[in-house]
DNA sequence: CATGAATGAGTTTTCATTCAT
DNA sequence: TATGAATGAAAACTCATTCAT
């Protein structure tokens, strides 16, 4: 058996194609946005005809729609498997957490969602409904729960859960943007590790230095 | 012929018609993206015909790229003012610098560009790198100075004063996304003074329950 | 004052625009039928540019729509005068139709819509429905009251009116669709007079040799 | 491997293919027209997929040609049939005519031939005329034949008999295209038999009252 | 032979840009 | 200056035609 040097013109690859086409578009949409996208361009970076696309999405906007369920399915099935192991300690499980969203969420495809969704709520409004119902107050619920946890333990003061929930998100909503938008241009932006442990070590412990007991 | 009844209302309409476009173009092109943004919805919002804006502006993107200075420069004018006051504690000047920028940044017309930077960066990577270097670099630089005095004084722990700059403008940076692009989609999204009064007590207290002195 | 040689690139129209455009898209809907119709030929008919189609119709299907209509509207309006003058015997009135309807309407722009409503019937079912009510129904009444003036006044054998007009009809319908579609093919196709002439005179006085009194 | 238990069948068909093509290929396009047709749709109601059609014929200029002709062809056989007995009188000739046609022709395949040729003589010229020297030319000599012999024989009226062949022609043409076009937005559209009897008795005897003889 | 996924030329449609008024 | 009708290049979309299976 040789090794084909030119890749076969007409592949045929029904079942492959449309989760290869959403995989390119996301990665597309993402990067231009909705309406800068040609479709030429996520035709060849799925390495097909424009005709193609056709095929299996009804309009741009349909393949815009799929491409973005598809990133978003996952997440919420990864969603389910957040369950606040009691046997950890409130401060560990919301490291673990951070950590667990970085890794299956943050840093793969669907980590392009929150780019897309900032840049594209104002022509998709019914996205930026979904999006936060389904991710958004699933996430925080995750966390409220977990601080919820460590204020009835003792373990953190006795602070509002909601609220730092948000800055929790905060501060992986930013990461993620920042990340995926300005990386190029934010050369001193530090890995993921460190930059989530040095905010969470921030947030657990405050910037106020404890005064030493009288 | 007839007599123009108010003979400077044009001039100074006239004058004041580069203005009244750009504020436009920077409400649409942030709503929509530059793309998606057609010129005759500025032009409409703008209470002049899609014509006119070629009379001060050369293409679409020199209009972009004009609206988006035009908010930049009084923020670059503003942020010169950010003199961190000696007077000051570390604690009181971090919380008047997070209010000040609400109130003169966030809140504003330059609160668009944000998201405007997130979405368009893609399309316009220069934007990015203006971008950082011009506002980002500098405001972190206000804080990081702020910090520094605080761990100087004693007043703060001995943290490293960029992780907390990042912190601080990741609650920034994600509040006025939020309520720009999602405000519609998150109707539990805090009041600006709410959200950030909690967000500092939580930097500066941390988490963490402070065990009783033995 | 000189004669322009060239005409004006950019002529301002607007009012004439859009009644331009629907008489040139219906020669060519007439011609071609509506999917083989190519916008570009419609524009260039009309002596304009592709995009200034979409300034007055927002589809192809709009333009075609539109094109029809305009072309029935004043043959509706030409029914209402249909009246049957009761000084005119009923031979004379059934002629006088007849030639009033070559006159206004066959020959006219009207009379290019028989061609495309059995040409597209069968992809705009709805557009039958709308000519057959609103013009041949209406046409078949007055031919009705015509032929049933006639029965009653004993200048006409008792025949049925309705069986009557479905001939005047098809003799009609027939010449106009053998003149607009077959026309090139069909050299030996008299001209209206002598087609509606003969076509009458046998209506009238049929086929049969009436025996001679005996 | 596994035995084939009809092997006639898969051979049956493949001769049988071609017409079963188009037949299926004049009835959408006379539904739809040339242009509006979808390979898909004729493949569909042939039972085959769209690649097949191309096994058996060039391209879908030459499919429709095909299934033109395949109409025409009996058509003209027939034709060749339409002797006009001497044995009739022409009275009875003429009405066998018109009801073999409508038996032989216009009720069958061949009677889509007409709205098609109507729709689509602006797109294929040369079909107009083939149409209308082999189909239309050939059937009026029929008519006139026999109309010349009952004028001959005292039977008619001293006619012009090409004339009442084309009235002939129009009531037939009229009726197929009203059928078979605006069937559905025809309700009242009469019986075939009831049409052509009624047609053909207002043709003999003529609308007036013959007087009575003095 | 038959299939139907893939192609790409050809159309429709959009909209930044121009320019006669 | 200001207007907005007109333009035409560019993008979305369709579908006859091809070809690997």
Redesign the interface.
Known sequence: MVFSLCPRARQRRKDARPGELMTAALEVF???????TRLDEVAKRAGVSKGTIYLYFDSKEALFKAAVESAIIPALEAGEAIAADPAKSP?EALREFVFWWWEKVGSTDIGALP?L???????F?EL??W??ENM?QRGKRAVVGI?AR?VAS????P??PL??A??V???M???V?WRR??G???PDL?EPED?FE??LD?????????PP??
Chains 1, 2, 3, 4 share one sequence.
Do not use: W
């Open positions: 993402a990067e231009r946005g909705f309406a800068a401060g780019k969704l900032v840049a594209e709520i104002g022509n409004p930026g409904i999006f936060h958004i601080i460590g003792g373990d953190f003061r602070v509002e609220g730092v948000r800055i998100f905060a501060m909503f930013s990461y943007l938008a300005l190029a241009a934010m530090p930059y040095q905010a921030l947030l657990t412990h405050g910037l106020k230095r404890t007991c009288a």
